[in-house]
């Protein structure tokens, strides 16, 4: 069983940084790739940055240059550097983990809440 546990979330003011991290447990296959999803009220979930266990990243559009991941292969932990923030950031942010064995292996944390005020 994969567990997801992340921390890191809260209230900042606009203009402010804050920064996420999540930490998987379990039995996880090395090649994997570990993400950040936000999901607004009333709004889809959204990609918001994804790594891979060879370190390629892809970001969403609107955070690109304010959001940076990062990953720690050895602890299975990924990092979400958050700057520049605006309202518009405001979401529960989900972690993700996954990976493609035959069949997709698809795990999902618990979410923490980003409020930005402004």
């Known amino acids: 069983q994969v567990q997801l546990v992340e921390s890191g979330g809260g209230l900042v003011q606009a203009g402010g940084s804050l920064r996420l991290s999540c930490a998987a447990s379990?039995?996880?296959?090395?090649?994997?790739?570990m993400g950040w999803y936000r999901q607004a009220p009333g709004k889809q979930r959204e990609l918001v940055a994804s790594?891979?266990?060879?370190?390629?990243?892809n970001y969403g559009d609107s955070m690109k240059g304010r959001f940076t991941i990062s990953r720690d292969n050895v602890n299975n932990t990924v990092y979400l550097q958050m700057s520049s923030l605006i309202p518009e950031d405001t979401a529960v942010y989900y972690c993700?983990?996954?990976?493609?064995?035959?069949?997709?292996?698809?795990?999902w944390g618990q979410g923490t809440q980003v409020t930005v005020s402004s």
């Open positions: 379990g039995s996880i296959f090395s090649l994997n790739i």
């Open positions: 993700n983990l996954r990976w493609r064995r035959t069949v997709l292996y698809d795990y």
């Open positions: 790594i891979s266990s060879s370190g390629s990243r």
